[in-house]
């Protein structure tokens, strides 16, 4: 079994990573929160875990094994298959998922694209115990008036920096995507990450 990747970095996209292993480009589904963290050019560790497919062999890297772990402990609950996994994790750390499932957090879990309402129920029931208890403290706070960052705002902004544009630069883009995952969010939907991201590529692309 694969459980890691480790060499540089030799290409980056808005889903994933290119590493060079051994004089072999490895492609590695990853979440933006994880992409952030890469650098074309720079050596990568990525804790991976490998699903068999019929027809396929896909890699999801993580930035570690507590991530993997949680990937795969995901899975074990039925309906959850490892792109939901993956987006569970693009949504929320290890961490929060577990104090999620040990509070049982509807709305937590209904963040996550791919995730309704009648769904919720269910996931909270069959992953309660199977994660474990949650290890690190509450989320960071923010200050006395303060409006917390949305999610889907922290993680496109990361994708972005983690593509090498610059924090000025990515955070022109979110402001330019943010009235759509505004309006998103006032129909109901959860902002999906990928389609902002998109977005917010093409706009810096104009802007070049």
């Known amino acids: 079994m694969i459980t890691f990747v480790s060499g540089p970095v030799a290409a980056l996209a808005p889903d994933g990573a290119v590493v060079e292993v051994g004089g072999v480009g490895m492609a590695v589904q ?55 996994a993956q987006a569970m994790l693009a949504v929320h750390t290890p961490d929060a998922l577990r104090r999620a499932v040990a509070q049982g957090d509807e709305k937590a879990l209904t963040a996550v694209p791919g995730i309704g309402r009648k769904g919720t129920q269910r996931l909270l029931l069959e992953l309660a115990g199977r994660l474990g208890e949650p290890t690190g403290a509450a989320a960071t ?16 902004r ?20 943010t009235p759509a995952a505004e309006a998103a969010a006032a129909d109901g939907a959860a902002p999906k990450v990928s389609q902002l991201l998109r977005a917010a590529l093409r706009t810096l692309h104009r802007a070049h």
Do not use: K, M
Request: aromatic fraction near 6%.
């Open 30 to 84: 990853c979440t933006p929160n994880t992409l952030s963290g890469l650098r074309i050019g720079r050596q990568a560790r990525l804790a991976v875990s490998l699903v068999v497919r019929e027809n396929s062999l896909t890699l999801y890297g993580f930035a570690d094994d507590d991530e993997r772990q949680t990937f795969e402990l995901l899975q074990t609950a039925s309906g959850v298959g490892p792109r939901l």
């Open 141 to 156: 706070s923010h200050p006395a008036g303060a409006a917390a960052p949305e999610p889907w705002s922290e993680q496109l």
């Open 158 to 177: 990361a994708a972005l920096v983690g593509l090498g544009y610059s924090a000025h630069e990515a955070d022109e883009a979110v402001a330019v995507v």
